[in-house]
């Protein structure tokens, strides 16, 4: 098993935050036919503290490309309270999974990272 992939993702809270990723295997597209996907923010990696949950989808079936989409009212609707300066950003953690839904036990994650977000003036 390999580790996944590192992407530190800039969010701006309240806003549609996104990206693609897929897996390559010495240059070629990493088949993920029949696959689902899940992700989320928490504060800390291991945190039982959940920011919010990620829509993971497929996106180019052809080349296996998946899209990772911070929806802005999933980002919007956590409270971060009161910090030291208003304009300074959250980082929290995430990660995406594939899984196969038939099989609970094959799960590997592919995409990791700091989820920084810049929480929103605008309520």
Do not use: H
């Not at 390999?2 to 993702?9: E, G």
């Not at 597209?29 to 503290?49: D, K, Y």
């Amino acid at each position: 098993m390999s580790r996944p992939a590192r992407y530190d993702w800039q969010i701006y809270q309240g806003s549609l935050a996104s990206f693609k990723f897929r897996k390559t295997v010495g240059g070629s597209p990493f088949p993920t036919t029949g696959l689902s996907g899940r992700g989320q923010i928490r504060l800390a990696p291991g945190s039982a503290t959940k920011v919010c949950d990620l829509v993971v989808t497929l996106d180019d079936p052809d080349i296996y490309q998946w899209e990772v989409r911070a929806l802005p009212a999933a980002t919007a609707a956590y409270d971060f309270g009161a910090r030291r300066n208003n304009t300074d950003p959250v980082i929290c953690y995430y990660d995406v999974e594939l899984y196969d839904p038939s099989d609970v036990t094959d799960v590997q994650a592919y995409v990791e990272g700091k989820a920084i977000i810049y929480p929103e003036c605008t309520r």
